[in-house]
């Protein structure tokens, strides 16, 4: 099945483009593809069924110059639903890269991205989503409806995504019982999943639900892949002073917003806004501004909806419990974020309270009334 035909120009003839590296992201069931090049590339995506699936990118003659090694053919590793890739010319004026699969995926969404600054490049990208077996082969073989076929508008749940903070080889901070964070985290946002799912209103996703070390990028991409309505991180706090308590929220601050341009660089975090390429650049940086600035808006609204919900629910906090740090998970410009310190691990009274199933039910309400609160209104 063809699915596009990308961008703007194709290469001059006596200036061939370089493609200067192919790129992963995202979950093993959605893996984003990126083909970075120094000048605009048409291109032509299509699915092959015979033998390995494979996802095939046919490019005009181009140079390869996969991270700065120039050869005529090569391969590499891949992520999530790619298994690997090669590349090589394919004839006198083509060049093609071609993405063997680990499992059957279909491409769910194309687009490109013109440079924002001197030094970027231009970036193919494609979004590939696990698929069965019939659905991968129907569209190989162009009998099924392609991806750009727009679906029938449903109405959805809102999904809540719930980050356990650390996990695996970074435990967090610790008591001097040796209670570790990432156990409370991972336990205490169960807890919450449970209480959420109880009331048949939203869907719940943790960015981890064992014991597993996770990029704090890979946390925020999780939330962002799956369409996330809200984001909280979960932590427990750690002072020098034993006496010192409470939980605290905090909410993406001035210095931290200057960041969150060069993490959507760096992983391809990219707005629906900014996917239509037929819109003048302007327009598309101002609507993408707005969808940030509503974002950090929504995620005040959440901090002040919680500090209270807290407050009634009877779990101490610290004085001035709303606050702003650039915590990378915060970072999201689409998704509404807040990071809960939910107390001080290294207080007797706060750890005692955070491994108690009994006394942890104040928090999880007042969490959970918290969400209703924010969605019904």
């Known amino acids: 099945m063809l699915f596009g035909l990308g961008l703007c120009a194709p290469a001059v003839a006596d200036t061939p483009a370089r493609v200067t590296s192919v790129r992963f992201g995202g979950t ?13 590339l048409k291109y032509h995506v299509f699915l092959l069924a015979a033998g390995t699936q494979r996802v095939v990118i046919d490019l005009p003659r181009v140079r390869w110059s996969i991270d700065g090694l120039t050869a005529e053919s ?21 060049s093609r890269l071609v993405l ?23 970036r193919i990208v494609m979004d590939l989503e696990a698929a069965s077996l019939d659905d991968f082969a129907q569209s190989a073989t162009g009998s099924k409806a392609g991806p750009r076929q727009v679906a029938e508008k449903v109405v959805r749940k ?6 356990p ?19 409370v985290t991972l336990g205490i946002a169960t807890a919450v999943r449970e209480e959420l799912l109880k009331t048949g209103r ?28 809200l984001f909280i991180s979960l932590h427990a706090d750690a002072g020098g002073k034993s006496a010192t308590r409470g939980a605290s929220v905090y909410t993406l601050s001035p210095e931290g917003e200057k960041r969150v ?50 407050a009634e629910a009877g779990w101490p906090a610290l004085q001035n ?26 207080n007797d009274e706060d750890a005692a309270m955070l491994v108690s199933a009994k006394k942890r039910a104040a928090l999880v309400d007042g969490v959970a009334h918290a969400i209703d609160a924010f969605f019904e209104s």
């Open 158 to 163: 809102p999904l809540i995504m719930i980050d």
């Open 165 to 183: 903070g650390h996990g695996g080889k970074d435990p967090g901070a610790s008591s001097k019982q040796g209670l570790q964070e990432k156990d």
């Open 74 to 94: 090569g391969s590499g590793k891949g992520s999530g639903v790619v298994a690997g890739y090669r590349y090589a010319q394919n004839t006198a004026t083509t």
């Open 100 to 122: 063997d699969l680990a499992k059957p995926a279909v491409v769910s969404r194309e687009f490109v991205l013109s440079p924002k600054a001197k030094g970027e490049t231009y």
């Open 321 to 346: 419990t709303h606050r702003k740090k650039g915590f990378y998970v915060l970072l999201s410009p689409d998704v509404p974020a807040v990071l809960l310190e939910m107390g001080f691990i290294t």
């Open 261 to 310: 341009e060069a993490a959507k660089h760096k992983n391809d975090w990219v707005l629906d806004v900014e996917v239509d390429s037929s819109r003048p650049q302007e327009v598309t940086q101002i609507l993408a501004d707005l969808v940030q600035r509503e974002t950090k808006n929504q995620s005040a609204r959440f901090a002040q909806t919680l500090v209270p919900a807290l």
């Open 202 to 229: 939203y869907d719940v996703a943790l960015t981890r639900s064992t014991d597993v070390f996770i990029e704090l990028e890979d946390r925020v991409a999780k939330a962002r892949n799956l369409g996330a309505d």
């Open 28 to 40: 093993p069931e959605r893996t984003r593809v990126v083909v970075d090049s120094d000048i605009p």
